[in-house]
């Protein structure tokens, strides 16, 4: 809220995100949605054999920040959704979990993984990855899914869909705005 005092305008990725931030905002300083260039990025071929991910399977990538907290992005959601789908499809499928600060809350990947242990169709990944490498892993899936509470933009999501990927997602906050 401090904050609030140094500055005159203050710009968000979405339109959903420029309503919350407006909420606490004092009616001076204007707050506008600014929606990432997406248009920019690159669109990389996929390539699985560089992440070890099988040819003779559906995947599906989750990622999420546990930075931005595991309730935010709600990834038990989309394990349970994953192994039901899989389950009921009869589909080979495999899906990659994304970690990105597995090293700040390693009970929390911990729970995760005590989750998930013995189960081979769900593969934890905590492994950093450039921009570049990330768009990569995204060219490289078939499915892209979330099932978070709460997006500010939901980029991963856009970014599948730029790059022309299906992506699942929760039907509320910023990512229905695209």
Not at 121 to 126: E, F, G, K, P, S
Not at 150 to 165: D, M, N, R, T
Request: glycine residues 4%.
């Amino acid at each position: 809220a401090e904050a609030f005092d140094l500055v005159d305008e203050i710009w968000t990725p979405s339109a959903f995100a420029a309503d919350a931030i407006r909420k606490l905002a004092p009616a001076r300083v204007k707050v506008s949605p600014a929606p990432y260039p997406l248009y920019l990025n690159p669109r990389p071929a996929p390539d699985r054999a560089r992440f070890g991910l099988p040819e003779d399977r559906v995947v599906v990538l989750m990622a999420f920040d546990l930075r931005s907290t595991a309730q935010r992005k709600n990834p038990r959601a989309a394990l349970r959704a994953f192994q039901q789908a899989a389950t009921l499809s009869g589909a080979r499928a495999l899906l990659v979990c994304k970690i990105v600060g597995a090293d700040l809350y390693p009970d929390t990947l911990a729970e995760l993984a005590a989750s998930v242990a013995g189960d081979p169709t769900i593969r934890l990944m905590t492994a950093n990855l450039s921009a570049e490498d990330m768009a990569l892993l995204t060219a490289s899936v078939d499915i892209v899914l979330s099932l978070h509470r709460s997006e500010g933009y939901g980029l991963l999501l856009a970014e599948a869909i730029w790059l022309g990927k299906p992506t699942l997602a929760t039907g509320w906050s910023s990512n229905v705005e695209f």
